[in-house]
């Protein structure tokens, strides 16, 4: 049973940073893309952030050039790290992968922007 465990999230200033961390069971992680979501209150849940096996990335719009997604294999374990952070940044991000056995979602971790 893979297991996705997030963490690092927290309150920051609008402009500060976070980074974000998801310890992954198994070896779903080096095998398989893995994404960043995030849910804002009163909002549908959103993509962030991929990095694929291979190291290749996608972000959404959004959060481009502001976000970083990266990989740890011996790890086991995604990164997001966000800089410039804005008050529309704010929600529950959770990390995800999928394999042939199923769609796997961590538990999430809030991130808060307030001044």
């Known amino acids: 049973q893979v ?10 200033q609008p402009g500060g940073s976070l980074r ?9 992680l ?5 994404h960043w979501y ?3 209150p009163g909002k ?20 481009k050039g502001r976000f970083t997604i990266s990989r740890d294999n011996a790890k086991n374990t ?14 529950v991000y959770y990390c995800n992968a999928n394999d042939a056995n199923g769609v796997y979602w961590g538990q999430g971790t809030q991130v808060t922007v307030s001044s």
């Open 30 to 34: 080096s095998r398989n893309a893995m």
């Open 78 to 91: 995604v990164y997001l790290q966000m800089n410039s952070l804005k008050l529309e940044d704010t929600a």
């Open 20 to 28: 974000l961390s998801c310890a992954a069971s198994g070896r779903i």
């Open 44 to 63: 549908q849940r959103e993509f962030v952030a991929t990095i694929f096996s291979g190291g290749n990335t996608n972000y959404a719009d959004s959060v």
């Open 3 to 12: 297991q996705l465990v997030e963490s690092g999230g927290g309150l920051v």
């Open 38 to 40: 995030r849910q804002a």
